[in-house]
């Protein structure tokens, strides 16, 4: 397993694997014991890097290695096999803004990137030359990232969020 999600309620988990594969769970089934409901094996070559529930627990974003990018149904259906944008690089996160407006990538080459919900490419920054986490900040206002190789972010948390906050408020 490579990465998981759990929806808000608690009631499924997603696991993507290293083959590129994304199982689907129901935890709270009636007997206690967990239920699988599906396996799906993405379009892609190579392993999962990121799960997320969409806002609502309706859908869930999948992420590989190879800069891939899907939504699937709960149902295991692809929704939205590929988001566009070059150039494509791996990905090292990806994360949902919490009004489920916004997505955020990072790739393992440093760039962030900014996506409205359906698919288009709104900014993007390089920030790193490394792997860089990205999460949004509880109020969606802005994005804090770190190089993958620091255990803090280069300069002040300040300074980060700014940088980031000024790209997004164009699209807010």
Not at 63 to 86: N, R
Not at 117 to 142: C, K, N, P, Y
Request: no cysteine; net charge neutral.
């Amino acid at each position: 397993m490579t990465s998981s999600a759990m929806t808000s309620d608690g009631k499924l988990l997603v696991l993507g694997n290293g083959r590129g594969d994304l199982t689907l769970w129901q935890i709270n089934h009636g007997n206690g014991a967990p239920q699988w409901l599906w396996t799906t094996s993405m379009s892609s070559l190579s392993g999962v890097v990121s799960v997320i529930f969409t806002r609502g627990n309706e859908r869930i974003l999948a992420a590989t290695e190879d800069g891939g990018l899907a939504t699937y149904g709960l149902d295991g259906s692809v929704e939205k096999s590929e988001f566009p944008g070059e150039p494509r690089e791996e990905l090292y996160a990806v994360k949902l803004s919490p009004d489920g407006q916004y997505l955020a990538t990072a790739s393992t080459k440093g760039r962030i990137r900014l996506w409205n919900r359906d698919g288009q490419a709104l900014s993007e920054i390089q920030e790193h030359d490394s792997s860089v986490d990205v999460a949004f900040t509880g109020d969606g206002t802005a994005l804090v990232f770190r190089p993958s190789t620091f255990l803090r972010p280069r300069g002040s948390l300040k300074t980060a969020r700014l940088v980031v906050a000024r790209l997004r408020a164009a699209y807010i």
